[in-house]
């Protein structure tokens, strides 16, 4: 009894965190609750097996409450290509146009060969609404299918004066995807192609980096799997 009466006061000590000196309380992202900034940023690696290579945002459209698109976006990059001028910076990803895009750090190592998870969050984009909105639909595109550019984990951070929020991520496809968001919170929908998790478009990648043909390293990985459920000790 006395342990009910006292995990209340903890969980509300622990969902607070500091923001400009003073507590404030700590919940996940949910731009349709009201933001003007959005920081959109990997949660994991892209497919490229080359260490330098970057992710790549072709382009992306945002929506409020009532559905319509919201076009006084501007985009900064705290990480990446981040000059107006550059070919890669981050106005392209707002340009309307499939065949440009911004570009991600290249001096990070984001790709398979040299991912750890304290990479996350380190190519990113900040999108400026210019006032407050209940933003009720992201819209991202990537590449298409086969892009070694890719990431299939998004990261959606939510700006706003006296709030702090953890980033929601969410599982997105190589080519489209719509990022849905309401009171209860943002799914991803409208995959195309569909979802593929970076492990296994990974293998596929490193696979080719090495000339190893990708269908000997899946049969490969179907021989250890049979020995192990076997109860056999396959190769370490």
């Known amino acids: ?6 995990w209340p006061g903890l969980a509300s000590f622990f969902a607070v965190a500091f923001a400009d000196g003073e507590l404030v309380a700590a919940t996940e992202c ?5 933001t003007r900034y959005i920081t959109l940023g990997n949660g994991d690696s892209i497919t ?13 459209s945002v929506f409020d409450e009532f559905g319509f698109e919201i076009t006084s976006i501007t985009a900064s990059a705290p990480t990446g290509s981040s000059s107006p001028t550059s070919d890669y910076g981050p106005q392209k990803a707002l340009d309307g146009l499939l065949t440009t895009f911004w570009a991600g750090d290249h001096d990070i190592g984001a790709s398979c060969s040299c991912w750890d998870d304290s990479k996350k969050d380190s190519q990113q984009i900040l999108l400026d609404l210019k006032q407050t909105y209940k933003v009720s639909k992201i819209n991202i595109w990537q590449g298409g299918a086969g892009n070694k550019w890719a990431i299939s984990k998004l990261r959606i951070h939510c700006h706003s004066a006296g709030l702090v929020t953890s980033p929601v991520e969410l599982e997105i496809s190589s080519g489209s995807t719509t990022v849905e968001c309401d009171d209860a919170g943002c799914r991803a929908i409208d995959h ?18 090495l000339g190893v043909p990708v269908g000997l390293l899946l049969g490969l990985g179907l021989v250890q799997r ?9 190769w370490s």
């Open 1 to 6: 009894m006395l342990m009910r009466q006292i």
């Open 30 to 34: 949910n731009p349709y609750q009201g």
């Open 226 to 234: 049979n020995l192990l459920l076997r109860g056999e000790r396959s």
């Open 192 to 209: 195309n192609p569909a979802f593929v998790h970076r492990s296994a478009a990974c293998a596929a990648s490193t696979a080719g980096q």
């Open 48 to 60: 490229s097996a080359v260490c330098e290579a970057s992710w790549d945002l072709h382009e992306l």
